[in-house]
Each structure stands twice: as C-alpha cells, then as structure tokens.
C-alpha cells in the first residue's frame, strides 16, 4: 500500500512538471512564432553534433534497455538514418521555407495569392520502445525544421535511453524548446490530453486508438505510426536465395520489433518446402548461433517474450507445423532470446495470424495464383508495408497499382522507411499521415493561404446592391 501511494505520488509529480513545461514552451513560441531559417539549421547541426557525441552511451543504453541489442543494428537502423535525414533536412531547408506563388483567377484580379508555411505551435511526440532512439529523433527532426518546439514522452521500457537521450538533448536545448518526458502508462496518458498543436504516435494500433481519443478533446491534429500484418509476396519464378536472403535481413533485424518486419510471407505452394530450406540457409548465414551472438538481439522485456511465445503455443495448439531455426542447437531458457521460427500449415482462427507479430516468428502462408495473393491482403485490413519479390516488371506494376499499404519495398524489405525524400506513414488500421523528409516539414507546418490586394478594389463592382451591366456580363464570362 505504502508502495503505491509513493508511485502514484511520483506520477503526480511527473505529470505536474509535464504541464508546466508544457506552459513554458507555450509561453516561448509566443514570444518567438516564426523563427528563421539560420536559428533552425543551426538548432539541427546542434542535433547532429550531439548525436555524434552521445552515440557510444546510447547504443550501451539502448542494449541495457533489451537486455542485449546489437550494437550494429543501433548503427544501421537509428544513429545512421537520424544522421541522414537531419543532414537531407538541412540542405533544403531554405527551399521549403520559401512562400509558394499560387494562381489567381481572372474574376479576383488585381490580386496575388501565395502560401507561407507556418510552425504549427508545441508538437507532442510519443516514441515507443522497439526504435527508441530514432524514432524520436525523426519526428524531432521535422518539428525542429518547421520551427516548432517539442515535447517527446519516451517509452517507460526503454527508461535508460530515456535517461541518456534526455541528458543529450539537454546538453544543447533549453527545455522550453525540447523537452524529453519520462514516466509510466499514467503519464503516458495525461501527455496524449495535453493541448498539442501536433501530436505524433508511434506503436500499437490499439494503443493509437486511445491518443487519437485523447486528442480529439482539443481537436488536435494526429500523426499515428502504427503497424499492422505485412505481408511479403513470393512470386512464381524469382529465385528462392534471392528473396530468402532479403526477408531474412528484414525479419532478423531487432528480432522482428520491427513495425514494417515482414510479418507473414505468401508463398507459391509448390515452392513452400523450397522457401523454408532457402530461409533456413539465409537465416543460419546471417546467424550462425544465437545464444550469445551479439548481433541477435534479445525480446526487450518478459512481458512481450510471453506474448511472442503465446502466439507459439497457440499456433502448435492449433495444428501449425512449428520450424525453428537453430543452427547451433542451443537452448534459451535463462535468456530472452527467441530463435527465428517459421509457421506451416496457419489458420484465421490463431493468433499469430490476427495480431501483428513483432518478433521472429514468421508464418508462410500458401497460394496457387497471384491474385489469390492480393486478393488475401486485401481482404485484411491495410498493412504499414508490402514487399514483392519477382523480376517481372509488369507484375511489379500490377502489385504497385492494386494493392494498399503504407510504404512498399519492390525486391527487398524495410529500406524503404530510411529514404528521406519519400514520404513514410501508414493508412488505415496501420496509420495515418506522413512525416520524414519534405512531408515531415509539410506536416508539422500550417500551409497557410494569403490573398494578396492594393489600393485598387477590382471587386467592388460584386459588392450589392446587384445587379448591372458588369455583374450581368462576370456571370457570362465565368459562370459556364
């Protein structure tokens, strides 16, 4: 009890602070609505700079927080791409900030219209546990380069990235213009009823369906990154190490905590058996052992070793053929390390197929056409990504036209998230909106309309009382 009382305490106290810093940055854009182009390239290689310094401790926090995370996927997967796009942002950032002349009708003339692209206020950033690091960092990126300033609540599993990451950016930001909240799921919800001009989520489509609720109290603007089933798509005649080696890199990365993972892959069903033997060999080249392999990361917490291993236990309950991909034949009991495992012979009725996996189990469901491959997809709510594997360029066209997903990969997994001049965002039950690159600016600004006049007044002759010659003959030009 006493416990209790002392940890709903803390909460309290944590959500106090957030409040108030939330009033200062308020206060603070206020005073500073429209800052230029030099304060927030500079405000970006700050970012940079920062970024550099703290990489070490962040890939050690990072790997604390998962128990064991490989240091290179921290590289590759978060350091890397928050570098990039901080310097893709920099280098055009003058451009986008440019107002944009639009056209003027020929009945408004003497007139001019431009568009001028304002910071939206205080944006609100909610960054979850599997990417910790740069999905904070690309979202901050975009709000920085809008002239925002930012509040981001860090996941309270990954609390010593949260510690590092707040510690970085205190280094170079006052925090009535960054601020990194910390705390459990009661802070997590008062953050998301916060008066945001902006509010972007990453995580679990149910968990989104929760802050977009919250939002919707101050009417605020949402950006939710979620996730979702994707699919990968194995054609007729690609060749098998091909596609086998790409899915594998995609599936393995993080252990599959991945939001665009290949979740499930569909199959030709005479090349089924062909698959799994080439998934094997790619799967035990990437990971010739497992248990203490410092490039296979471990599931991050117990909470989700046990969902993860009760997909399993429902699947074997339910008749799936259970393949596990052990090279070295080691045993795991005392670790969090969940081996890569395919699934045969899957059903509707598991779990493993109604929810989004993230981890390392991949089901392989079979097809005999490719349009009972889309067909399937489409018949399942809309996934973050889709990836195709198959040489023929007009059944490359055919799988771009007609299907739906957020982001899709044609011959490869997840890179497709790191290419900083394409939009990355979900639709449907796997998201909505854009950011990363010239969306990111887009989204975190207010394209505000400006209609532009003079001294001379072209319109009085509309103004009542009507009727007329001029009113008889503006309707004779323009109303047909």
């Not at 290179?72 to 978060?78: F, G, I, P, S």
């Not at 919250?214 to 194995?234: D, F, H, M, R, W």
């Not at 069903?269 to 799994?276: E, H, N, T």
């Not at 090279?327 to 395919?342: I, K, N, Q, W, Y």
Request: net charge neutral; proline share 6%; charged share 20%.
């Amino acid at each position: 009890m006493v416990a209790d009382i002392a940890y709903m305490q803390d909460q309290q106290k944590s959500i106090s602070r957030m409040q108030q810093l939330f009033d200062q940055q308020r206060v603070a854009f206020g005073t500073h609505p429209m800052p230029d182009a030099g304060s927030r390239i500079d405000a970006l290689k700050s970012l940079k700079t920062a970024l550099l310094r703290y990489q070490e401790p962040l890939i050690q926090a990072i790997s604390t927080d998962f128990g064991r995370r490989s240091a290179d996927e921290t590289r590759l997967a978060e350091i890397l791409p928050a570098i990039e796009g901080i310097k893709y942002v920099s280098k055009r950032l003058r451009r986008w900030m440019k107002p944009s002349s639009r056209h003027v009708g020929m009945a408004f003339q003497p007139g001019k219209a431009k568009v001028i692209y304002q910071p939206l206020g205080v944006v609100g950033v909610i960054v979850p546990w599997n990417y910790p690091l740069y999905l904070a960092m690309g979202p901050l990126t975009g709000a920085l380069a809008a002239g925002n300033r930012v509040m981001i609540k860090m996941s309270e599993s990954t609390p010593e990235t949260a510690r590092i990451f707040a510690q970085m950016l205190g280094d170079i930001f006052d925090e009535d213009q960054v601020a990194v909240i910390t705390g459990e799921a009661e802070v997590g919800m008062a953050f998301s009823k916060l008066a945001f001009d902006h509010l972007l989520f990453t995580g679990s489509t149910g968990v989104g369906k929760h802050v977009m609720r919250a939002a919707a109290e101050n009417l605020t603007p949402v950006t939710l990154e979620l996730g979702g089933k994707s699919p990968a798509i194995v054609s007729k005649d690609v060749p098998l190490a091909d596609a086998a080696e790409r899915i594998a890199f995609g599936k393995g990365v993080n252990a599959g905590q991945t939001c665009v993972a290949p979740d499930y892959v569909l199959c030709p069903r005479d090349r089924v058996d062909g698959l799994v033997d080439a998934l094997r060999i790619q799967f035990s080249r990437l990971y010739p052992t497992l248990r203490d392999n410092a490039d296979y990361t471990q599931v991050v917490n117990p909470r989700q070793y046990q969902r993860i291993q009760g997909y399993l236990q429902d699947a074997r309950e339910k008749g799936a053929r259970v393949i596990e991909l052990n090279p070295a034949d080691e045993t795991f009991s005392d670790t969090r390390v969940l081996p890569p495992t395919l699934l045969l012979d899957v059903t509707d009725d598991m779990k493993i197929m109604q929810e989004e996996i993230f981890g390392p189990l991949m089901p392989i469901v079979p097809y005999d056409r490719i349009e009972e491959a889309m067909a399937y997809i489409a018949d399942r709510p809309r996934p973050l990504a889709l990836y195709y594997f198959g040489y023929d360029k007009a059944e490359q066209e055919r799988l771009m036209n007609q299907t739906h997903a957020g982001g899709m990969c044609i011959n490869d997994t997840i890179l497709h998230v790191a290419q900083d001049d394409m939009p990355f965002g979900g639709i449907g039950p796997s998201g909505m909106g854009h950011y990363h690159g010239h969306e990111g600016f887009l989204t975190f600004s207010k394209a505000k309309g400006v209609y532009i006049k003079q001294r001379f007044n072209g319109a009085r002759p509309i103004y009542p009382p009507y009727g007329g010659t001029i009113l008889k003959l503006v309707y004779k030009l323009f109303i047909r």
